[in-house]
């Protein structure tokens, strides 16, 4: 519950900033002018139903998903089209994934050092050592010469924690991380990502997970067919809305 | 991982019931008893017609004859390795082509691919042979048989390499941008190598086709395996032997490299299959 207070000076320029964001899919209009600040520090969480477009948003962030009209800034800077400029850009927002995504011919520790090898040229021995103490941050350490297939599911997601970790990001977008997990291992990545959360991470989240959203979210992002409905702080969303639709999401969820 | 050992045969078909098997090994009967038949049939028409002979068989016991025979196998390796390299390389670019961004590049690829999938080895050989010494440039009898034979592979290689590519999930590629990899090192390092191992057995295949159109090499008269059979059937007058042997030589060969690709496909099954099992399917 108590989280420290974070820097809230308003000059400060936000870490992710969504401006007027429109996106079709053909006739569909998947995202509907979308305005979205992360500050600093800021834990976001975006909830809703199925085909809300909560994990698309997620996706424009670091431009996995193109955008028709509208800005998306990272600390500042427009998100680039292409070329080495986008990909430095994406070195910089870590992005976890529902299925992991783990490199299925590399082994743990592999995965984890391939990004600062790759693209920032850290030396393989540095690369490794830091590699190996993120990997003991998230409980794995003792799988590192392992292939991915090897671990469970919430090991490997852990990992892909790991993965984003190794490469320093300003903030880390998580696209519903606990969706294909077994229930039973949905705690420990929860547990990682709430540890993240107290040390100061930025963090956007889409997620099922309620209790994760009302215990560790500075913000909770209502979406509802492709657009935000509400923006409320945690307590606030979870104890009376301010929208109908955001309630009764809340009881539908509440009914089972 | 569990499934490992279960064989295609398991996977598909639920297991025998009592009148199947029964059923089955009425049919295991009749074929075995059908093969049997035929192969006394056939020793027995050697027999008559003297093929048996030990005039023909003879040379065999020669170390001279194992030693030509060796040569010609050694020739033949070489043509269909080097052959190999090359149509790995060639179909590994056509594959790059044909995955471009670029509308023409990826037309040219796609010409490419069809034509190099249409036209038959011996075209392209009588090119090399015939055509290409008419501009002045004559090449060696070797590459002679290598390059029509690399060339005629080089386009269902490409096309190996390409349903490879995209058999890899679109998680993994997603997975590398997002780190800041380029276009091109998520290429290299994430989805090639994948690919690769989701077509290790296609691949080995195909090198066996390879393997088989080295036997146009009697046509530029390099030494080869079937060259060398075909002279020493025209000095100890000796068809059936030889054919024979040098039938059985190539089966070796070519069992060996299925072989290879089983080996290759189990390993394969062990990583990346497990891989997808566990829902790493990258959705």
């Keep these: 519950m108590e989280k420290q207070s974070k820097p809230n000076t308003p000059e400060q320029t936000p870490v992710i900033e969504l401006r007027h964001v429109d996106k079709h ?81 590399k082994t743990i520790l592999d995965n984890v ?33 392992k292939l991915p297939a090897q671990l469970s599911g919430g090991q490997q997601q852990r990992v892909a924690i790991a993965r984003s970790l190794a490469m320093h990001p300003k903030a880390i977008l998580f696209d519903e991380p606990t969706s294909a997990l077994d229930p039973e291992m949905i705690g420990e990545v929860l547990d990682v990502m709430t540890e993240l959360a107290k040390e100061g991470m930025t963090m956007v989240v889409v997620t099922h997970e309620m209790n994760f959203a009302r215990r560790v979210a500075d913000r909770v992002i209502f979406m509802d067919g492709g657009a935000i409905i509400e923006e409320n702080t945690p307590e606030e969303f979870f104890t009376h809305p301010n929208t109908q639709r955001a309630q009764d999401f809340l009881n539908s969820i509440k009914n089972h | 991982m569990s499934n490992a050992h279960v064989s295609v045969r398991d996977a598909l078909y639920e297991a025998p019931g009592p009148k199947t098997r029964r059923r089955t090994a009425i049919g295991t009967g009749i074929a075995l008893a059908a093969i049997a038949f035929l192969a006394v049939g056939v020793v027995r028409q050697f027999y008559i017609t003297g093929q048996l002979d030990s005039k023909y068989w003879s040379i065999f016991t020669k170390s001279t004859t194992w030693k030509f025979l060796g040569q010609g196998i050694a020739g033949t390796l070489e043509v269909a390795l080097t052959a190999g390299v090359i149509t790995f390389g060639l179909g590994f670019l056509l594959m790059l082509g044909r995955i471009s961004d670029s509308k023409v590049v990826r037309g040219i690829a796609t010409a490419l691919v069809e ?12 090119f090399f042979f015939l055509v290409v010494p008419q501009f002045g440039l004559t090449l060696p009898s070797f590459w002679k048989i290598t390059l029509p034979v690399a060339i005629s592979a080089c386009g269902v290689v490409a096309e190996v390499f390409r349903s490879g590519v995209k058999a890899v999930p679109k998680g993994q590629r997603e997975a590398a941008l997002s780190i800041g990899m380029s276009k091109s090192h998520v290429f290299l390092k994430v989805v090639f190598p994948q690919a690769i191992r989701y077509v290790i057995p296609a691949l080995l295949s195909e090198l066996v086709i390879v393997v088989k159109d080295t036997t146009f090499a009697y046509v530029v008269t390099f030494p080869d395996l ?46 990346l299959m497990a891989a997808q099992q566990n829902g790493n399917k990258g959705v």
């Design chain 2, 226 to 271: 079937m060259q060398n059979a075909k002279v020493l059937i025209s000095n100890y007058d000796a068809l059936l032997s030889v054919y024979l042997v040098v039938a059985v030589i190539y089966i070796l060969i070519n069992y060996l490299l299925n072989r290879a690709s089983d080996f290759a496909a189990r390993r394969r099954n062990r990583t």
């Design chain 1, 25 to 105: 899919y053909g006739q569909l209009h998947v995202l509907k002018d979308i305005n979205l600040s992360v500050k600093k520090g800021e834990v976001v969480v975006i909830i809703g139903p199925s085909g809300s477009g909560k994990s698309t948003l997620c996706r424009t962030i670091n431009r996995m998903e193109t955008i028709n009209s509208g800005e998306i800034l990272i600390d500042g800077t427009a998100i680039p089209q292409e070329g080495k400029e986008l990909a430095r850009l994406r070195a910089q927002v870590g992005m976890v994934f529902q299925s992991f995504n783990l490199f299925a011919h």
């Design chain 2, 115 to 126: 034509f190099t999938r249409g036209v038959p080895t011996l075209l392209f050989l009588y």
């Design chain 1, 113 to 145: 050092t391939l990004g600062p090898t790759d693209v920032l040229h850290v030396p393989k021995k540095e690369a490794r050592e830091e590699a190996i103490k993120l990997l003991k941050r998230v409980g794995v350490d003792t799988q590192a010469a």
